[in-house]
């Protein structure tokens, strides 16, 4: 199955909110570039298509990681396939048209001088990261407070945030310190940077 495929099922099987549609619309129209956008200039996701490759990855790593026998039995972390879906899929709708592609030269194995395309970060809506992702979403639909959360501290603390917001985000709302697991899973051990 492609990945466009495969987030427009897992979000359809999951997500019935109020105002799911209209942000599946806007995901889905050309007013969006989601599911052909990076994840990244240069790291994980550097290609077209990373973008919603990692909402994918960061889904299927949150399920397995909350479907552990002890994050739920001592850790008390339980929640349902919509607010999983939610958190997983859309913490980096920030990103949306935010890469555009250009070039820059590089020596070849020969020593030439070539242009290698390349993307370049030019981000219209500057509000941050997971905060933007926050205020992306609830323009259609409403977050519960610890949805919101997990969304806004998924960085963990490789973001610039102030780090002991993140440690209570953590501490208050589990599901931030799940997000941040999955995302990093994901990053650093599914995706590849040479993809």
Known sequence: MDKRKEFL???????KRTGCDSLLEYLTSTSSDFFVAPSSTRFHGSYEGGLVEHSINVYHCLKDYLSRERVNK????????????????????????????????VKDDNGVWRAVPIYEYDDKLPYGHGEK???????????TREEAF??????????????????????????????????????YFIESKTN
């Open 9 to 15: 099922n897992i979000y359809k099987s999951n997500i």
């Open 74 to 105: 001592l850790y008390n972390m339980a929640y349902n396939d919509e607010t999983i879906a939610i958190v997983a899929l859309l913490h980096d709708i920030c990103k949306i048209n935010c890469y555009k592609k250009g070039s820059r030269n």
């Open 150 to 187: 997990a969304i806004r501290y998924h960085m963990g603390f490789s973001g610039t945030e102030d780090k002991r917001s993140i440690g209570n985000s953590f501490e208050q709302f589990p599901l931030s310190f799940a997000l941040s697991t999955a995302d990093m899973e994901a990053t």
């Open 133 to 143: 992702s926050v205020y992306i979403i609830t323009g259609f639909m409403k977050l």
